[in-house]
């Protein structure tokens, strides 16, 4: 799913689909953007997905698969 479809999703749908609140989201996605420009080099491809759109990407993967991630091996 894009990001451009669920940002029009009301608060508590976009909760149960990332797991983490909009204005958490919104943070996130400052951070990452961040982080990024800070490591920008000339090098290799460009990125395809934009920043929302990776995190979007990320934070629904893990609550797919979340007991890979609880700790419990």
Do not use: A, P
Not at 1 to 10: A, P, Y
Not at 12 to 20: A, I, P, S
Not at 53 to 59: D, I, S
């Amino acid at each position: 799913m894009k990001f451009e479809t669920v940002k029009g999703l009301d608060e508590e749908k976009f909760r149960r689909l990332t797991g983490v609140k909009r204005t958490t989201f919104n943070k996130m996605v400052e951070i990452l953007d961040q982080s990024i420009k800070s490591r920008r080099t000339t090098k290799g491809r460009k990125k395809k997905l934009s920043i929302e759109n990776m995190l979007l990407m990320t934070l629904e993967y893990i609550r797919e698969y979340r007991t890979y991630f609880s700790g419990s091996r």
